[in-house]
């Protein structure tokens, strides 16, 4: 990743066309290392078949293509004072070329194009995603001006303007609810697992989904500095200050470059003054071509084809040897609650009946009410009762709940605050301590129970908890959750460290935190837009691909296909592995330019004996790099989904009506530490 390590110019990604012309320049590297690779072969074939010339221009061809792909990038850092493994490669393409040594400079180039390649494709990956992203902002915008409705761009909106917001349509930019009560789905933004109920005064923000009832909200930002709009500026900048961080092997070469550089000159000079100068400046030569890290630009790509490969057969995609390199230095981990650790699919998971009264009828009186309900509880309940009969003259109760008719006698369901729970009190308190949203069930004037609901945490959450924390890994949970559902979930799960109803901003700050207080790199681990400016921020973003939406998988830097967390510390066990054979691979090939250098200085190897003793160390550093594609399945894991092109959230199927979650946890020793997080765009518990 020349540009990286060697200061290229910062490419602008303002528009989509400069982001197609950058992937089209990906493919292109990919080609011509493939071009440098064939001519390098038809000159050494040629050779055999006697044919020098041929053979020359054969292996100048490949010198030329790959050095395509490095070479002015180097050039261009040189000018800004940057260093790294590229200009090392490029002083010792030049130096073998000097030399003559045509066949040499060819496979420098190619080697090390071929590494380019690999590590380059990882700096195209985000633009999509953020303009999934700010897809989430409607095409038009109903408005209020003068007492007429008005239809304009999302550009022309101004602080101020009351936006009309119907069912089922976004919210273009955050505002104050001003008119009308609903229920909205926040999930992409903020993470909040249930949508919750607003009216007049509560804050909305932008991309938000109106669930049910119609509602005029004023303005408080403009879609160029709405809540979306700060999201993607801060992945962004995250992006942009990540891309500058430079490789293990560029932190090698930093400093070994201006040393061998001086060397060769002092060589070079001094030898010129006392002998022949001819000869000390072909010695000169000799040891910029010793100096040449052969085996170090091919055992890096090699380590990380075998590791990347192998992950991917087993559902973890890695974005190239960066990534895979910070993952392996991983010590610390952020996790995401709603759809990481949760299955991000709300679910009946307990039933009180009151006295007297079967678990059965309560259901039933419930799924005949929401039968034909918009209310977002209504799938949920429906799932646990698919065999339901609609109810007469339902009507929703703004905020509160649905009321109807049931075998000829009145029927409501709701919130407890709007029905009172009676004999089912204590099964009301006892759920929501636990975190649960709670609905109350009416038939006839009568309390005959109350039904639980919570977005559950996958079966193997725990078990990936206590693997992490058993390789070292600390864990701690963001969420823009409510405090009381994310201290449930988490005492469940195991995590002790746990920070609530979070803003996306709020996420990324506060990984940029623990950083601060964790000795090695820190990985954050999220599904949802609300994620990605911590993905970004992070040493090295985790995505659950399969379902995550587009702006967490383009901007995070490895994602887990499938659905099993399990893979999360097989990951990082994995990496470390892949890490300590780069870092294995990079001491060998130092020690061997540190060796060759001297003897190549005093006149002992010659070109051809420095030239044979790179190729067999290439030859040992490729045989250990294979050694890090060995990565066993998970005992039971299912097959990983493919990444599909994903979808736009749709618009959750249940409601957090009284600002909690679901059934009681298992009894666990932790007490989690929680840390609830007030900051200004912050959704309040509801």
């Known amino acids: 990743m020349s540009d990286a390590c060697c200061g290229a110019d910062q490419r602008d990604h303002d528009d989509h066309d400069q982001d197609a012309a950058q992937r089209i320049r990906q493919v292109r590297e990919l080609r011509f290392a493939a071009v440098a690779g064939l001519l390098v072969v038809a000159g050494f074939v040629a050779g055999l078949a006697g044919s020098h010339i041929v053979g020359v ?30 200009t090392l490669m490029t002083i010792a393409l030049v130096g073998a070329l000097v030399l003559a040594q045509f066949a040499e400079a060819a496979a420098l180039a190619f080697l090390f194009s071929i590494s380019e390649a690999l590590e380059d494709y990882a700096l195209t990956r985000t633009r999509r995603g953020l303009r999934v992203l700010l897809a989430l902002v409607p095409r038009q915008v109903i408005v209020l001006r003068a007492g007429t409705q008005r239809t304009i761009e999302p550009d022309e909106l101004v602080v101020g303007d009351r936006m009309v917001v119907r069912a089922g349509e976004r919210v273009a930019s955050d505002g104050i609810v001003r008119h009308g009560r609903s229920t909205v789905d926040t999930s992409a933004i903020t993470g909040e697992s249930m ?10 923000f932008a991309g938000s989904i109106n669930a049910t009832g119609a509602l005029t909200i004023e303005a408080t930002a403009t879609v160029a500095d709405n809540s979306l709009a700060k999201v993607v500026r801060i992945v962004e900048d995250a992006q942009q200050r990540k891309g500058t961080r430079q490789r293990i092997a560029d932190r090698i070469a930093r400093p070994l470059v201006p040393a061998i550089m001086v060397l060769a000159a002092v060589i070079a000079g001094v030898g010129a003054l006392l002998g022949d100068p001819a000869t000390w400046i072909e010695r000169a030569l000799v040891v910029l071509v010793a100096a040449a890290p052969c085996a170090l630009a091919i055992s890096v790509p090699v380590t990380v084809v075998a590791a990347v490969g192998a992950a991917s057969r087993l559902g973890v995609l890695v974005k190239g040897g960066a990534a895979l390199e910070t ?39 419930a799924a005949a009410l929401e039968s034909r309900s918009e209310h977002p509880l209504a799938a949920a309940i429906l799932s646990a009762a698919p065999q339901s009969r609609p109810a007469d003259e339902v009507t929703t109760v703004p905020g509160a709940g649905v009321e109807g008719v049931v075998d000829g006698r009145p029927a ?29 069930i009416e038939h006839d004037h009568t309390v005959l129970g109350v039904i639980g609901i919570r977005d559950e945490l996958r079966p193997e959450a725990a078990e990936t908890i206590g693997a992490l924390r058993a390789s070292g890994v600390s864990v701690s949970m963001l969420t823009g959750d409510n405090l009381r559902t994310a201290a449930a979930l988490a005492a469940q799960a195991g995590i002790t460290d746990v920070h609530a109803e979070l803003h996306p901003s709020d996420k990324a700050t506060l990984v940029e935190r623990l950083r601060a207080t964790h000795r090695g790199a820190i990985a954050m681990v999220g599904d949802g837009v609300n994620d990605a400016p911590a993905l970004a921020t992070a ?17 995070a830097d490895v994602a887990l296909m499938g659905t099993d967390l399990r893979h999360l510390p097989q990951a990082l066990a994995h990496a470390r592995h892949a890490r300590h054979i780069m870092l294995q691979n990079i001491g ?76 009681a946890p298992t009894t666990t020793q932790i007490t989690p530490k929680v840390t609830a997080t007030p900051l200004p765009l912050t959704l309040r518990d509801r």
């Open 57 to 86: 221009v054969a292996y100048l061809g490949a010198a030329v293509i790959g050095g395509a792909t490095f070479v002015p990038d180097t050039l261009r850092g040189l000018r800004r004072g940057r260093i790294g493994v590229g």
């Open 195 to 204: 949508p919750i109920e607003i009216g007049p005064g509560d804050t909305v």
């Open 327 to 365: 993952l392996g230095a991983v010590r610390a981990v952020a996790v995401d609650k709603t759809g990481t650790l949760t299955r991000n699919r709300p679910a009946v998971t307990e039933i009180a009946p009151a006295d007297g009264v079967t678990a059965e009828q309560v259901l039933a009186v």
């Open 412 to 440: 409501r369901l709701g919130k407890p605050g709007w029905i009172a729970p009676g004999p089912v009190q204590a099964e009301v308190t006892r759920l929501q301590d636990a975190g649960t949203t709670v609905a109350v």
């Open 539 to 555: 040493d090295v973003g985790i995505a659950m691909g399969a379902m995550g939406t587009d702006v967490a998988i383009e901007t």
């Open 588 to 663: 060998l090939s130092a020690a061997i330019v540190l060796s060759l250098v001297p003897l190549a200085a005093f006149g002992v190897l010659g070109l051809a004996t420095v030239v044979l003793i790179h190729e067999l160390a290439e030859v040992f550093v490729i045989g250990n790099g294979i050694r890090a594609g060995r990565l066993r399945p998970l005992p039971g894991a299912t097959k990983p989904e493919p990444i599909a092109p994903q979808q736009l959230p749709a618009s959750s199927s249940s409601v957090d009506t009284d600002g909690c979650g679901c059934r």
